[in-house]
Nanobody
Framework: VQLVESGGGLVQPGGSLRLSCAAS????????MRWFRQAPGKERELVASITSAGGTTNYADSVKGRFTISRDNAKNTVFLQMNSLKPEDTAVYYC?????????WGKGTMVTVSS
């Protein structure tokens, strides 16, 4: 299983970013995918999840209405569109999937929201 995140960077408050996670080594189309984030000095938290066919999505209360998770099963990629970014969204964002009870993670991509 390999998960590779991209799309992070520095953005001003109110701005937008789109994160991508390219997946390989497993049946992507049959897997629920998740985005987590970890801010400095804080625990890793679940941001959003999407079921295998994309029919069900869930969001942390802190990002509802601002973030959108989506997927392209033909390209084995999951996305996180982040709008109206706030300084408190600053964190390393990780892509995640669970296979046979084991969690797999990418290396993460850093998002910094600052003026």
């Amino acid at each position: 299983v390999q998960l590779v995140e991209s799309g992070g960077g520095l953005v001003q408050p109110g701005g937008s970013l789109r994160l991508s996670c390219a997946a390989s080594g497993f049946t992507f189309g049959g897997s629920t995918m998740r985005w987590f984030r970890q801010a400095p000095g804080k625990e890793r938290e679940l941001v959003a999840s999407i079921t295998s066919a994309g029919g069900t999505t869930n969001y942390a209360d802190s990002v509802k209405g601002r973030f959108t998770i989506s997927r392209d099963n033909a390209k084995n990629t999951v996305f996180l569109q982040m709008n109206s970014l706030k300084p408190e969204d600053t964190a390393v964002y990780y892509c995640n999937t669970r296979r046979n009870g084991m969690d797999y993670w990418g290396k993460g991509t850093m998002v910094t929201v600052s003026s």
